[in-house]
């Protein structure tokens, strides 16, 4: 009988995104250094007498077999073929990761079914072969199978590790009740902003490890094409954003957002923060950037 196994699946950060160019099959060419975060989902495999899987979700809106993770689960299963029945497991996600929020939650949830499911069914898949799986789901999903900090680029395929950033604390806040669609996001996309902002400083301050060339970047203000398109039509961000200002905080968008975050050097600083925004009404979080995912056997 396998034992059962609980995996975090953290959410994401786009440290910086550009939108290069529009590709014939509908998506978009980026580049962009993403950063994982101590903010995370949690997903649990424990053994079941029957063979195939059983899905459960803290939120029930999430709890349809639609969500990554049963996609990851059948896909995985296809891969394996019928060389031999597959170990019964019921799998639970716990959910912390706000939902269509710019924070990769669904790719991470099905990053960390494809690994953990890989290694729960004894299936022996590589990282490569996973990655190409994961690529088959969701654009994020493979970042969030390599993890830490990288360069993505493609349509999200090609991800290489970069240096792990130097720790920071990172306080993220959304306006309350605000989803953004990416698809809707990408959809209204004007060409004309199109490759900004260039993202050779942010590369060469991550390589460097260097927290004043990482500052820099945040305080010139252009962090993602995205946010761009997104913050004139959304005057509660656009406040959000003020008040990180105020706080003498640079904010910037996660992905297709509408989540902003601002990297802290002290926690004071970033608690006092956190409370801050969330007494004018927003969803906030204090966490921190973190370098591997840990995974707990019992
Ligand atoms: O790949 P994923 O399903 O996460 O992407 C959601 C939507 O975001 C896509 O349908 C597409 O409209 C848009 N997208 C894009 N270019 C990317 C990633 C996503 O146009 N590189």
């Avoid at 029957?50 to 979700?57: A, H, I, S």
């Avoid at 729960?120 to 970042?143: C, I, K, N, T």
């Avoid at 004043?212 to 094409?225: H, V």
Wanted: with cysteine; hydrophobic share 45%.
């Amino acid at each position: 009988m396998e034992k059962a196994v609980a995996i975090r699946a953290p959410a994401k950060i786009n440290l910086g995104l550009t939108v290069l160019r529009r590709r014939p099959d509908g998506y978009h060419d980026l580049l962009s250094v993403m950063q994982q975060l101590s903010l995370a989902d949690t997903l649990l495999l424990e053994p079941h007498r029957e063979p195939g899987w059983r899905f459960f979700c803290s939120e029930p809106a999430l709890s349809g077999e639609d969500n990554l993770v049963c996609r990851a689960a059948a896909l995985l299963a296809e891969k394996a073929g019928q060389r031999r029945p597959l170990p019964g497991v019921k799998i639970s996600l716990f959910k912390s990761i706000p939902v269509a929020a710019g924070l990769g939650g669904g790719s991470s949830d099905a990053a960390a079914a494809l690994k953990g499911l890989n290694s729960f069914w004894g299936l022996g898949l590589s990282l490569a072969e996973l990655l190409e799986l994961g690529a088959a789901l969701g654009s994020d999903v493979p970042y969030c199978l390599l993890g830490g900090t990288a360069l993505v680029q493609g349509r999200g395929e090609k991800v290489a590790s970069l240096p792990a950033l130097p720790f920071h604390w990172v306080v993220l806040a959304l306006p309350p009740g605000l989803q953004l669609s990416t698809a809707q996001v990408y959809a209204a996309l004007n060409p004309g902003l199109f490759m900004s902002p260039r993202l050779e400083p942010l590369i060469a301050a991550v390589r460097e490890r260097s927290r004043r060339a990482l500052r820099l970047w945040f305080a010139g203000g252009a962090t993602n094409t995205l946010e761009a398109a997104v913050l004139p039509q959304q005057p509660p961000l656009q406040a959000l954003k003020r008040l990180f200002l105020e706080l003498g905080l640079h904010p910037a968008m996660s992905g297709s957002g509408p989540s902003l975050f601002a990297l802290c050097d002290s926690l004071p600083q970033a608690r006092a923060a956190a409370r801050a925004l969330e007494e004018a009404g927003n969803r906030a979080f204090l966490c921190w950037t973190i370098s591997h995912v840990h995974e707990r056997k019992e």
